[in-house]
């Protein structure tokens, strides 16, 4: 009687599992220090700094900061003024970041070169490029009398309307990348398909292009919004002392009506309110991942 002999194949080794970004645990733990670190010494401290100054009083200045007729009348202008910034914005947005995709080459470089040079120049500088604009015989009216259109000095100076061209111009890189990278990603072969199957220009753009461009719009308006919320050098320069805003009342305490306790209960709001509307925002639409 034979026996016959069944080899037994050894067990898989299960190949080692692979690091994530290439480095351990131990390794990711002392190179997240650096960025802690800065963060702490860049936002912690002042925030603290802040903080404690806004108590000298006992926390007095956090209800008296609502007796200041200013201050109260500076938060709804403020975020009127973010809210129409952000709507024309995600708008004029939009738009280019649609002409930049559907460009010729040259066209293209040319929107992208003047998208990048704006977003790199400083804003004092632009908000002074503005402002020689607007003066009441600037640019504008040089142009306008060269044409024979008006005699008469400008008066958009240090006005509301005057004001908001030049925030649009000064957050609209913040509205066009987003889109500008959304629009690139999109599939070429879903814009084919749609072609293929008799669909329009309108109607492709309405139901593959648009969809897809949606979410990164209105993460960039979200974030044109916050942004917003903190500006202090271009409606101080263009705007005048009537459409002055949380940041410039904030300023006004603690550099003229020497109330650091009050400017500082004022910032902390101003940064609280900033940080919570961002927070829910990031929630309900995913802002981070736009731009991470």
Not at 47 to 76: D, H, I, N
Request: glycine share 8%.
């Amino acid at each position: 009687m034979s026996t016959s002999t069944v080899a037994i194949a050894p067990a898989p080794v299960p190949a080692p599992r692979r690091k994530a970004l290439g480095v351990s645990k131990a390794e990711f733990r002392w190179l997240m220090w650096p960025p802690l670190i800065f963060f702490v010494v860049a936002l912690g401290l002042p925030m603290l700094t802040l903080l404690l100054q806004s108590f000298e009083g006992g926390g007095a200045a956090y209800p008296g900061m609502f007796e200041v007729p200013a201050f109260v009348g500076s938060l709804w202008r403020t975020l009127l003024m973010a809210l129409v910034t952000m709507i024309v914005t995600m708008i004029l947005g939009a738009a280019y970041g649609l002409a930049i995709v559907a460009s010729p080459t040259w066209l293209r470089l040319a929107l992208v070169a003047a998208l990048m040079l704006s977003l790199w120049t400083s804003v004092m500088v632009r908000s002074f490029g503005w402002m020689l604009l607007e003066l009441p015989k600037g640019a504008i009216f040089w142009f306008l009398n060269l044409l024979g259109l008006t005699d008469e000095p400008l008066e958009i100076y240090q006005t509301t309307i005057g004001m908001y061209p030049a925030m649009v111009a000064v957050m609209l890189p913040f509205a066009v990348l987003p889109v500008m990278s959304a629009l690139q990603s999109i599939d070429k072969e879903q814009l084919n398909a749609a072609t293929v199957f008799g669909a329009g220009a309108m109607l492709t753009f309405r139901t593959v292009t648009w969809p897809q461009m949606l979410p990164s719009v209105i993460s960039g308006g979200v974030l044109v919004f916050v942004m917003s919320l903190g500006f202090y050098v271009t409606p101080l320069l263009l705007g005048g002392p009537s459409n002055m805003t949380v940041s410039g009342v904030i300023n006004a305490q603690l550099n003229t009506a020497n109330r650091p306790d009050l400017g500082a209960a004022m910032s902390i709001l101003l940064v609280g309110g900033t940080m919570l509307i961002y927070l829910v925002s990031d929630r309900l639409f995913k802002v981070s991942e736009k731009w991470g």
